[in-house]
């Protein structure tokens, strides 16, 4: 009996790895052990699956508890990789210390000299920070990340230096950030579990979270003509639960996913990175399944 209750102590040791502690912009989304409630919200708890997880065609995955840091699973989370539009969320964590989101930005022509996905935004015209930030993380619009990033810290290479100063800052300890919206750059890399680091920041930030979960927004641009942005993040439509985060893609990268979600007071954020097309939904969708649908013990 002793030697069993060893065995299995050991066994919830063993994925009880917490991630560096991280800031957000609001209060937490769950208080801390020694806190109280800052607003009313259901108090989330921590929890291990039972069951084996789901194998998946990522070449880099993690699973992650966003309240306490638990890394539930982890596959090659410390390979360094290009991960595309996910580094995204670092972006949005510099905009969210970088002042007022509210704002106003007026575009320069040297913001629209970026493809493939963009808002096709014109020299001139001028939007708060606010809905540049709101399309970056629906739409992942990379005219709109170079924008900011101009705006923010007057060229996209000082904008760089903020966000790997906001990596360090935050215990990403194995990336490099070279521009704001993850197109390929050589020497730009990061891994599974740094994207889960920041991931768990913007998880955190009621602002970033909010613009997140939105399954579509409009935009309206300068001259009137409005658009309707469907979110990158199939899953916000087919797993009820969903609630974010960014998608990515690019041929280095392949198929990139950071999804969350909380169902039943528990939570989970999972990162999978170079899938495929046939595949990146289903990894994501099974690991975030797993985290939160199947029998869960106490730690």
């Known amino acids: 009996m002793f030697r069993k209750a060893t065995l299995r102590t050991f066994g919830l040791l063993a994925v009880s790895i917490l991630l560096p502690a991280c800031g957000d912009d609001s209060p937490p989304r769950q208080p801390l052990a020694q806190g109280m409630p800052q607003r009313a919200e259901p108090i989330l708890t921590t929890t291990i699956p039972t069951t084996p997880p789901p194998q998946v065609v990522a070449e880099s995955a993690i699973v ?24 995204k969320l670092v972006t949005a964590l510099v905009i969210m210390d970088s002042g007022s989101i509210d704002k106003p930005v007026t575009i320069d022509v040297d913001d629209t000299r970026c493809e493939p996905t963009k808002l096709y935004l014109k020299p001139g015209e001028v939007h708060p920070r606010r809905e540049l930030l709101k399309v970056l ?11 900011l990033a101009r705006d923010v810290a007057g060229s996209q290479e000082n904008f760089s230096a903020l966000m790997n100063r906001k990596a ?12 704001p919206h993850g197109l390929p750059a050589e020497g730009q890399f990061s891994t599974a579990r740094d994207i889960a680091i920041a991931s768990r920041a913007a998880w955190r ?8 979960s939105l399954k579509k927004t409009t935009f309206r ?4 003509r409005v658009k309707t942005l469907e979110n990158t993040n199939r899953l916000l439509k087919t797993i009820p639960y969903c609630d974010g985060l960014k998608t990515g893609t690019t041929n280095l990268a392949g198929r990139c996913l950071v999804s969350s979600g909380t169902l039943n007071g528990r939570s989970a954020i999972v990162v999978a990175l170079k899938s495929n097309s046939a595949n990146i ?16 013990a106490q730690p």
Do not use: C
Request: charged share 25%.
């Open 205 to 212: 930030s009621q602002t970033i979270h909010s613009f997140t």
């Open 64 to 87: 992650i508890d966003p309240v306490s840091g638990r890394v539930l699973y982890a596959k090659n989370a410390d390979q360094r990789r290009p991960v595309a539009s996910t580094q």
């Open 221 to 224: 641009h300068s001259d009137g």
């Open 168 to 179: 360090a800052s935050l215990g990403m300890r194995n990336s490099h950030f070279l521009n």
């Open 137 to 147: 993380m629906v739409k992942s619009a990379n005219d709109a990340g170079r924008a």
């Open 281 to 296: 939904w289903k990894d994501s969708e099974k690991l975030l399944r797993w985290a939160l649908e199947r029998p869960a």
